[in-house]
């Protein structure tokens, strides 16, 4: 369905091996709820690759983008619990970007969605027009798509430093853009993106914008709405 607020906090990453069983029962059993109880703060979803890299996929919509660089959250990120602290030290190729609703519509959750990050330079005006008319709406007659999301990148939540950041060994990549494209089932979700949105159709129709960066499909492990908690 539609995303429910203009805000999203979009997070890829890896994980030690080792470390994997601690960071999926942290993820549900801690962490995912701590954000989503967060104020402005709607939902959480986790989701893990079936092509692509990093492993995970995890993103939060919230009530604006401010949420994502609130007195709140900042205190959250700035007072990690013990088993946050243990298991964020094993992240390998975060990608975390702060991103306001460029576009979203659809009708309902897909059990799959595909993350495409685009590194901007051209206009902005130009590429929302073309992604939105040349991509975004034969996308959404496609077979199985469910819903789209176009995400415009804010950076990482500023040139902020907190505790958590500090955790993680490397620096967050980030991105400018990203789509998200979610689906009933892989297959017709790999189909429509090689008809509609492949490296060499964005290029061509995206003028002044590089090809995608990259684009992963993602299986939904878990989500979690503010509703939900008590």
């Known amino acids: ?91 390998r190729d975060t990608s975390r970007t702060v991103c306001s609703v460029a576009a979203s519509h659809g009708l309902g959750d897909g059990a799959y969605v595909a993350t495409l990050r685009l590194a901007a330079r051209g206009a ?36 902020l430093s907190t505790a958590e950041k500090a955790l993680r060994a490397q620096p967050d990549q980030v991105a400018d853009w990203i789509l998200l494209v979610e689906a009933v089932d892989a297959a017709p979700l790999e189909a429509a993106l090689a008809e509609h949105a492949s490296q060499a159709r964005l290029a061509e129709i995206a003028s002044g914008y590089d090809a995608v960066r990259d684009c992963g499909i993602y299986r939904l492990q878990y989500g979690l709405a503010k509703h939900q908690i008590a």
Request: hydrophobic share 45%.
């Open 1 to 91: 369905m539609a995303l429910a607020g203009t805000g999203v906090l979009a997070i890829w990453n890896g994980i030690a091996e080792e470390a994997e069983s601690d960071f999926i029962a942290w993820h549900i059993g801690e962490h995912i709820p701590e954000r989503v109880a967060v104020p402005g703060f709607l939902r959480g979803r986790r989701y893990v690759a079936e092509r692509g890299t990093p492993k995970y996929f995890n993103f939060y919509e919230t009530d604006t983008p401010d949420a994502l660089v609130s007195r709140a959250y900042l205190a959250r990120l700035n007072a990690p619990s013990d088993w946050t602290k243990r298991v964020v030290r094993h992240f």
């Open 124 to 159: 902005r005006s130009d590429f929302l027009g073309a992604i939105r008319d040349a991509v975004m709406q034969p996308l959404g007659q496609a077979p199985s798509i469910v819903a789209l999301h176009l995400l415009e990148g804010q950076g990482g939540g500023g040139n």
